[in-house]
């Protein structure tokens, strides 16, 4: 499968986008780009590869991100990724924690663009049937942002990386922890916007505290396009107008209710395979809030959700008294 736009994805989130995350994203919007949580290039070469990679075709399009900092390994990761199906690798040079820094990657690599552009050879070479693209911070610690973004993005550019997706954060790599990273260093979309101007000729991508789909679409005019994280996910019906906005498709936009008729059918697959249900349900919580009945929608999933052998009919009471609660408050 060919990626046909990079207008809208979201992004890709430690413990959140696995496999059950994303089918679940894909029930509310059929045209997003799709991104797995960032895996390390030892844990590819080395782990369980079925286990770390695989992935249903209802997830697709679908990137890899991939971590590290020896251009070999990541040439092994690269064809690796490649040989499961995916239709992107995505090189995290963003990441704030601890332990991405010990293992010198993440967002410590904005001062080491050298390495990052022979990083990125090293993949396409590998993988040379699927693009390969790169997610940055603006900077990190007491760099100027104008300067280590434009720098890192010349030198990928220089071997023939053509995307970016650059989170319009400073990362601080000491003093903030990683989620204080995500929300205390001051966004510039300003500077995203001037690399565009300046470069016009590359792909770039909005990352960093957009908060819903109107702002994203805001912020990333003039862009190629805008990558939405944890707004995606606290708040998955957000999604559900991507594909008609974003992507211009004529079908109507479908119902939260309709997201999770949808979506039924992948669960009760997993179940089969003896996914527990709440492993697919964590997802789904922040479905409808704001809502009426959202409260009663997360405490079912909640409370039943854990419990061995429970089924798809757990979802389906959550959705009726979801249903039940938003009739009597109309």
């Known amino acids: 499968m060919k990626i046909q736009s990079r207008k809208f994805a979201v992004a890709p989130m430690m413990d959140w986008t696995d496999r059950h995350c994303r089918a679940f994203h894909r029930a509310l919007t059929r045209h997003a780009l799709l991104y797995t949580e960032m895996l390390t290039a030892d844990a590819l070469i080395h782990g369980n590869r079925e286990r770390l990679l695989g992935f249903s075709e209802i997830e697709r399009p679908l990137a890899l991100q991939l971590g590290g900092s020896d251009p070999a390994k990541i040439a092994d990761a690269a064809r690796i990724a490649a040989a499961f199906g995916y239709d992107e690798i995505n090189l995290n040079i963003g990441c704030p ?32 049937e699927i693009p390969v693209t790169i997610k940055c911070r603006i900077g990190v610690d007491e760099q100027e942002p104008r300067e280590a973004l434009f720098a890192l993005v010349d030198k990928a550019a220089g071997e023939g990386c053509r995307t970016f997706i650059v989170h319009a954060r400073k990362a601080w790599l000491s003093g903030l922890s990683p989620k204080e990273n995500r929300d205390v260093p001051p966004l510039d979309y300003e500077l995203v916007r ?34 939405l994280g944890r707004a995606a996910y606290q708040n998955p019906a957000t999604l559900i107008d991507v594909d008609s906005r974003v992507f211009g498709a004529n079908a109507p936009a479908i119902s939260r209710v309709d997201a999770v008729e949808r979506h039924i ?29 959202g409260r009663a929608w997360r405490r079912i999933l909640s409370e039943q959700g854990v419990r061995t052998g429970a089924g798809v009919e757990v979802v389906r009471a959550a959705m009726a008294q979801a249903s039940v609660r938003a009739e009597q408050a109309a």
């Open 97 to 128: 924690s601890d332990r991405v820094q010990a293992g010198r990657f993440g967002a410590c690599l904005m001062r080491e663009p050298d390495l990052v552009a022979a990083l990125w050879a090293a993949a396409q070479s590998a993988a040379p």
């Open 194 to 227: 001037a690399l565009k101007r300046e470069r016009p000729n590359l792909k770039i991508i909005l990352n960093g505290g957009l908060r819903d789909l109107d702002h994203a679409l805001s912020e990333s005019a003039g862009l190629d396009g805008a990558m």
């Open 265 to 293: 059918p992948y669960m009760e697959t997993m179940l089969a395979r003896r996914t527990p249900l709440h492993a697919m349900t964590r997802h789904m919580l922040g479905l409808f809030n704001a809502q009426p009945g």
